[in-house]
């Protein structure tokens, strides 16, 4: 009934946690920002050029760390990872971007919560690690959650629903991956490799649709890149302070950010079920974070990949 042999829980770096914690509540608040701004800008934009600002403006502010650092820090052997990687980063971005022009920002989050479940149902089926019952159990309880936020059947669902269901799907995946480059590459170089990857990719997409963006949507395409890599570089030092199953369950606070950013600008209120909901996906996605540390394995529960 266990999972795994018992092994001694790893020490949690906590000495730094009150930092680790300030710098995740502010990666959250970004996240929201990023989804608030592509929100606003899905009123008069395709999702594929909202993709494809919002790549172009966030490798723009990376240019400063690989100018600082030479273009030799782009070596790596693994390029064909990375285009896996950036395969399914394209899949996680397009669906959520489509999601977020038909379902309120605050449920958007909500669901994302699920990927952590995805990756450790892709985990033992594509990585074939040992899941035991424990786990099973987590991930049984976090699709629960899912269906809690849903209710197929009781409510109509849009393709917006189910496009939020995709990204956490696809992002689950890129979750994997991250997990194995990890372990050779360093983690500003990975993020700068998917833009690298998608910037030509959303180009051409963006060609099929284009339209010049009106004068007062400069604005927000200009915000949404620096937004989302200040959202990494505080994700990133939030890590380096405190071990990640000790700062996992602040991730919770993307969801009052995101329902309080929804409401203010456009109005939207989340019912009680989405918050219930949330509440058990997060719940069994911490837990199957923390038992993952337990056992010595770095933990599943990464960030909604448009973080990355």
Not at 21 to 42: E, F, K, N, Q
Not at 94 to 112: E, G
Not at 148 to 175: D, K, M, N, Y
Request: glycine share 6%.
């Amino acid at each position: 009934m266990n999972d795994g042999p018992k092994v001694s829980a790893p020490k949690i770096e906590t000495g730094n946690l009150p930092q680790a914690t300030m710098w995740m509540i502010a990666s959250c608040a970004a996240m929201a920002g990023i989804a608030a701004i592509a929100r606003h800008l899905a009123t008069d934009m395709h999702p594929y050029l909202i993709m494809f600002f919002r790549l172009v403006t966030a490798q723009l502010c990376m240019l400063p760390w690989l100018i600082s650092n030479g273009i030799d820090v782009l070596r790596t052997e693994r390029l064909g990872l990375y285009a896996i990687r950036a395969l399914f980063t394209c899949g996680a971005m397009l669906t959520w971007f489509y999601a977020i022009t038909l379902v309120p920002i605050a449920d958007i989050t909500a669901l994302s919560f699920i990927a952590p479940i995805f990756a450790t149902v892709g985990a033992a089926l594509i990585l074939r690690e040992t899941v035991r019952l424990r786990r099973w159990t987590a991930t049984g309880i976090g699709f629960l959650g899912a269906m809690i936020i849903l209710r197929p059947g009781l409510v109509e669902l849009s393709s917006g629903h189910w496009a939020a269901l995709a990204s956490a799907a696809f992002g689950s995946v890129t979750v994997l991956i991250i997990k194995s480059l990890s372990r050779t590459e360093n983690p500003t170089k990975v993020v700068f490799y998917v833009g690298l990857f998608l910037i030509p990719v959303s180009s051409i997409l963006a060609w099929t649709v284009w339209e010049t963006p009106s004068r007062d949507m400069w604005i927000w395409i200009a915000l949404i890149g620096p937004v989302a890599t200040f959202a990494h570089v505080t994700l990133v030092k939030a890590m380096s302070l405190a071990d990640a199953s000790a700062i996992l369950p602040f991730d919770f606070a993307r969801l009052p950010f995101a329902a309080l950013l929804g409401w203010l600008a456009f109005g939207e209120v989340s019912d009680m079920w989405t918050w219930i909901g949330a509440a058990v996906i997060f719940t069994s996605g911490v837990y199957i974070g923390r038992r993952e540390a337990q056992l010595g394995r770095q933990p599943s529960a990464t960030p909604h990949p448009n973080r990355l």
